[in-house]
């Protein structure tokens, strides 16, 4: 038997042979994990000068989903702090900033009968800035609200657990201030990758 039809019958064996974890009206789950946050490439600008770049930062998450019905469940994303550097044509970085990005999303996990569960969600963020800092005077960040579309995948490891890889992408806008004075906005849209270990109540 050839390498790759071997491998592709072994995992299909394993994924039969872990229990399914199936999502019932009324079950809760609880996952630990990190998250990796990755602004998109066209920022914005600073006063009419082109934002180049807004760093990435990987914080630890925790997730609370409670089940409404039979697959499909209610989940609140929060994180510990996200701090992004932000850099400009010509100047490089001029300051730095801290978000929390708390989402509210609707999550549809398909049932597959099997270990594997993937699932796809829509909500709502608000994304909060503070302890804005910059070389260049009285910086200040707008809050903002926008939508997010999540889409992942669960592997059982048990009946009440189970390893999670996801994808989140966010809409976060905001407007900018320096000493007062609004200097232009950000787009920051970040996508949002995560792994976490998800127990189920």
Not at 46 to 62: A, Q
Not at 181 to 194: N, Q
Request: charged share 15%; glycine share 12%.
């Amino acid at each position: 038997m050839k390498t790759p039809i071997l491998a592709a019958t072994v995992l299909a064996a394993l994924a039969l042979a872990t229990p399914a974890c199936a999502q019932s009206a009324g079950d809760m789950t609880l996952g630990f994990g990190l998250g990796y946050v990755k602004p998109n490439g066209t920022p914005g600008t600073l006063g009419g000068t082109m934002v180049t770049d807004i760093g990435t930062s990987t914080r630890p998450t925790i997730t609370f989903e409670y089940f409404l019905r039979d697959n499909i469940g209610l989940e609140v994303l929060g994180a510990l702090p996200f701090k992004h550097a932000v850099s400009v044509v010509g100047t490089g970085k001029i300051g730095e900033t801290k978000h929390l990005p708390p989402t509210v999303s609707i999550n549809y996990h398909i049932p597959t009968g099997g270990a594997v569960t993937p699932f796809v969600g829509l909500g709502v963020n608000y994304t909060a800035f503070f302890e804005e800092h910059s070389s260049a005077g009285d910086l200040k960040l707008k809050n903002s609200w926008g939508l997010a579309a999540h889409l992942g995948v669960d592997y059982a490891l048990s009946e009440k657990a189970a390893l999670r890889m996801d994808l989140r992408y966010i809409d976060i806008d905001s407007d900018v201030y320096l000493n007062g004075t609004k200097v232009g906005k950000v787009e920051i849209d970040p996508v949002v990758a995560g792994v976490s270990y998800i127990m189920k109540f």
